[in-house]
């Protein structure tokens, strides 16, 4: 069975089209990537640049992102994340760059 979410839009209509879990990833200044997951990764980058996000990201500002993966359920996107940040920096790199289209294996 399939799960859809409802959200609402800036101009008050459902829409149930979009999920409202997301995984993803930001790059740190120094390079390096960050993992989380959140209902709103945009308003989530913010957050960490702010440095009210992760500890991690707070002495890394600015943080870009660089990925994001909807997920169906907060349990399925923090499983995602789990899984992410166990992989390697060239596995998460491979992922970003298929998510771009840049990667020559996509």
Request: charged content about 30%.
């Amino acid at each position: 069975m399939t799960r859809t979410s409802t959200k609402i839009t800036l101009s008050g209509e459902h829409r149930t089209d979009q999920p409202s879990f997301y995984c993803y990833i930001v790059q740190c200044v120094d390079g390096s990537y960050y993992t989380g997951w959140s209902t709103d990764p945009r308003r989530r980058e913010k957050c960490h640049n702010s440095g009210k996000g992760a500890r991690y990201t707070s002495t890394r500002r600015p943080v870009t992102l660089v990925y994001v993966e909807p997920q169906p359920d907060r349990s399925t996107a923090m499983k995602r994340e789990a899984t992410i940040k166990h992989m390697t920096r060239q596995r998460k790199q491979k992922l970003i760059e298929q998510s771009q289209g840049t990667s020559e294996d996509a």
